[in-house]
């Protein structure tokens, strides 16, 4: 990776999920390779257990917005929300969503799925779906040939910026990483 | 090395303040503007210092304490979403007149879209009627180097100025370097000056002369003169945009291969627009698009109507958010670029709902249980969300569920079939406006019930201390008022208390007051029991009644449609025609509200 990094990430869920923080997680893996980084989210009225989307977007860009047809990846942390944020994704991208199985949406986009409800639960953190769902996201990250489509940072990155968030707080920080390895490993 | 941090944008504005000496800020919370004070709050603990940071009890107060501030020569604050400036506007239209001393930013952060306020208005239009100039944001970052400027213009002119974000300026992210921060070691100097701080009618004659005067010389100053951001492009028709918007447009010209060929423009201030800049334009250019949000302000100041082309010319859609692929749409169309939309879908499902576990849910379905057929005024908060349940008809502003109330009590009271009425209410929201109105029903005699619902924060903005919290905004202990004392100081006779999670009692309660009200006039009920949110993240949850769904469920559906928790979920298999409904495990909170709620007893305490 170097500076000329151009990466547009949708993030989407429903509230209470930990959409924000996942965006927070990348945002800050940015600032730490020194990227530009911008985000936006969902707050207030819309936060009360509607839909959540999160818009992020590393590299030299001046709107805190993705357009239709713009995102590079996609990842879905509630899979009945590929039909509405799918449109987001270009045609070469690609996406990862939790969901049992193979996902009814759009045909044109490829999307990796893993069952994080059912993961969270064998791990005995119902409310880390959003981390196993983006050490998913890595591992997939991981498998695409192309350097270009890849994911701007590495599971590494995200352990790093988890071990800054959480240093203090041992218990946490073993929560948040078990979840990430949990999905990471799949 | 100066160090880079990942601001939201309300953090931004706030960083802005601290680097730039404010001395005195205050706010009362509401999305999208609510992070600013609390960002204020935590910059200060972080650098320890000296300052005044509150939450008032409205925008009001909270405008005219910091005001007091500027007029002491200190620099000052005040941060409220949009509509939380209706409620300032009484002191701010006159705080324009009288000037200040002190720098004096107001900070009014727009929804456009709306996606969380009851209107889509413009703040800037209110800057307008105010008379004082208003600068409008694109980036956190601008947001940040907007408040030097402002507090700049502020004190060059001796003018309140306002700073208006948009939604997707305050709940932005990006990385923003920190620069140094201003000591703030001015003299508090409070000049006395009658005519001025205290002036009558024939003064204020005086003071509007002198606001238009500043205005002008404004409109001529050279540090918000609108900035060309593209200097080499060259062509007759020119794209001017202010705010996020433009933000928006410089990405998509420059996607679109024009940015070397259409001149484009960003606002900084789009009132008072800058004078020599609207005739250097007219002159100019041909045509002139005015991509803004959310009405057309700058569009309004361009005397040539002819050649702009805007909102007034429908060119630009006249509601909702701007967002960039509608900006992209009418470029692409206005400069003949072929561009085919993809539309993302509106997907009718998840809408907001109350949390499972939240205590208004068992208020609510106790009020429709103890007054049937009743009419149902509500307020401003999460509990407007009672609406999911039947158990909320009008939401209308802050404090008006009390007054509506007494406005239908009026309406109906001759009638022979006078509807029961029952009012719901937050606590940081009776606070804030309910308290008048509720003075005003006891003298009237409405009969009506109100409802308090106290779940000790200001919830849906995200958990801000209250007048009775008894602490302020850096967490200081400050002193707590008392809700029931001030309901019986209003002149209410009636005012009981109960906690709606134990609800058999608490049904008993509401339709002893809903029985008394008939009769008697207000009576006031107060439901205390602390939102789960809050509860949660204090780790304070002691309520544990895990519950279960027994072959009884015959998916009749009424606890998924009047009881509405997002934990109680719906299943239909039509191949094999069942219907049940289930626990969702991971939302629920074994709060056991719902044990009172199925008709055919199937809900049970589990094993």
């Keep these: 990776m170097n500076a000329s990094v151009q990466q547009q990430v949708i993030i989407s869920g429903v509230g209470g999920q930990g959409v924000l923080f996942v965006t927070r997680l990348l945002a800050e893996a940015a600032i730490n390779k020194g990227l530009p980084v911008f985000t936006s989210e969902t707050h207030g009225m819309a936060q009360r257990g509607g839909t959540v989307l999160s818009h992020f977007k590393v590299g030299e860009f001046s709107s805190p917005l993705i357009r239709p047809l713009q995102a590079d990846i996609l990842v879905l942390l509630k899979a009945e929300n590929l039909k509405q944020h799918g449109p987001f994704l270009r045609a070469d991208g690609w996406a990862v969503s939790n969901g049992a199985r193979e996902l009814n949406g759009d045909p044109h986009i490829a999307v990796e799925t893993l069952d994080a409800d059912i993961l969270a639960h064998e791990i005995e953190n119902p409310k880390a779906v959003n981390l196993i769902v983006l050490g998913f996201a890595l591992a997939t990250s991981e498998k695409i040939a192309a350097d270009n489509k890849k994911l701007f940072c590495s599971v590494a990155d995200i352990k790093h910026v988890l071990q800054k968030r959480f240093g203090k707080n041992e218990k946490m920080l073993k929560a948040s990483l078990k979840a990430l390895e949990a999905g990471y490993r799949v | ?607």
């Excluded at chain 2, 609510?34 to 650098?47: C, G, R």
């Excluded at chain 2, 002119?157 to 703030?184: E, G, W, Y």
């Excluded at chain 2, 029985?515 to 309520?543: F, M, Q, W």
């Excluded at chain 2, 629920?588 to 199925?598: E, F, K, P, R, S």
């Design chain 2, 1 to 607: 090395m100066t160090e880079r941090r990942l601001l939201l944008g309300n953090e931004a504005i706030a960083r802005g303040l601290i680097e730039n000496g404010c001395a005195i800020a205050t706010a009362y919370p509401g999305t999208p503007s609510s992070e600013i004070l609390a960002a204020v709050a935590s910059f200060q603990k972080e650098n320890n210092l000296s300052m005044h940071t509150q939450w008032a009890v409205n925008e009001k107060i909270a405008l005219e304490i910091a005001y007091a501030g500027c007029q002491t020569g200190l620099r000052a604050a005040v941060a409220m979403k949009q509509v939380g400036l209706n409620v300032a506007s009484d002191p701010l239209m006159s705080a324009a007149y009288m000037g200040t001393k002190g720098g004096f930013i107001v900070i009014s952060a727009d929804d456009p879209g709306p996606i969380s306020s009851q209107t889509e208005q413009d703040s800037r239009l209110m800057a307008m009627m105010a008379r004082i100039p208003v600068l409008d944001p694109s980036t956190p970052l601008q947001a940040k180097e907007m408040v030097a400027l402002a507090y700049e213009i502020s004190e060059s002119f001796k003018t309140p100025v306002m700073l208006r974000p948009t939604t997707r300026v305050c709940h932005s992210r990006q990385d923003v370097a920190l620069d140094k921060i201003q000591p703030n070691d001015r003299e508090v100097n409070f000049e006395k000056d009658p005519t001025r701080w205290a002036a009558t009618p024939r003064f204020r004659f005086h003071l509007h002369k002198e606001v238009e005067e500043k205005l002008a010389a404004i409109a001529r100053h050279e540090s918000t003169r609108p900035v060309r951001l593209n200097p080499d492009a060259r062509a007759s028709r020119a794209i001017i945009s202010s705010g996020v918007a433009a933000a928006h447009t410089s990405e998509i010209l420059k996607e679109m291969g024009l940015w070397q060929t259409i001149p484009f423009y960003q606002v900084l201030q789009p009132f008072p627009l800058h004078s020599e800049v609207i005739t250097h334009w007219i002159d100019s250019y041909d045509e002139i698009l005015v991509i803004e949000e959310t009405m057309g302000v700058i569009e309004m100041q361009l005397a040539d109507r002819h050649r702009v082309k805007g909102r007034s010319s429908h060119t630009v859609p006249a509601v909702g958010e701007l967002y960039p692929e509608d900006i992209q749409e009418i470029i692409a169309k206005l400069w003949g670029v072929e561009f085919e939309r993809q539309e993302i879908p509106f997907v009718a499902g998840r809408r907001p709902t109350l949390c499972a576990g939240c205590p208004h849910r068992a208020s609510f379905f106790a009020i429709k249980k103890a007054a049937r057929k009743g009419i149902y005024t509500s307020d401003i908060g999460c509990y407007t969300l009672g609406l999911n349940l039947g158990a909320v008809d009008t939401v209308l502003c802050m404090g008006a569920a009390i007054s509506q109330a007494a406005g239908f009590y009026q309406a109906y009271k001759n009638d022979e079939k006078r509807p029961d009425i029952v009012a719901t209410i937050g606590d940081s929201t009776f606070f804030h406006a309910g308290i008048p109105p509720l003075i005003d029903a006891v003298v009237q005699k409405v009969k009506f019930v109100l409802v308090i619902l106290d779940n000790s924060t200001t919830a849906m903005t995200g958990s801000q201390p209250t007048p009775a919290s008894g602490h302020g905004a850096c967490g200081e202990p400050l002193e707590a008022v008392d809700i029931e004392s001030l309901v019986r100081g209003c002149g209410v006779k009636y005012c009981k208390k109960g906690n709606p999670y134990q609800y058999k009692e608490f049904l008993d309660l509401m339709k002893d007051a809903v029985k008394y009200s008939r009769e008697n006039g207000p009576a006031v009920v107060i439901s205390r029991y602390p939102c789960v949110i809050d509860l949660a993240r204090k780790g304070e949850i002691t309520e544990h009644i895990p519950v279960e769904v027994t072959e009884d469920c015959d998916g009749c559906a009424y606890c998924v449609k009047q009881f509405e928790c997002p934990a109680l979920v719906y299943h239909e298999d039509e191949e094999k025609d069942e219907k049940h409904v289930s626990i969702d495990r991971i939302l629920c909170t074994d709060c056991g509200v719902c044990l009172n709620v199925c008709p055919k007893g199937a809900i049970v305490t589990k094993k």
